[in-house]
């Protein structure tokens, strides 16, 4: 059985580095080049 300490560092871990997976998934997928009025 793990340690309460070790379990929670790594929960704390992987809530870290799941912050911003959202926004990151979205932008990657639209790209970085901004609608222009022509295109739209």
Do not use: A, C, W
Request: hydrophobic share 15%; glycine share 8%; no cysteine.
């Amino acid at each position: 059985m793990p340690s309460r300490r070790g379990r929670t560092k790594l929960q704390r871990k992987t809530r870290r580095s799941r912050k911003g997976l959202k926004r990151k998934k979205t932008e990657r997928n639209k790209g970085t080049t901004p609608k222009f009025p022509i295109h739209v």
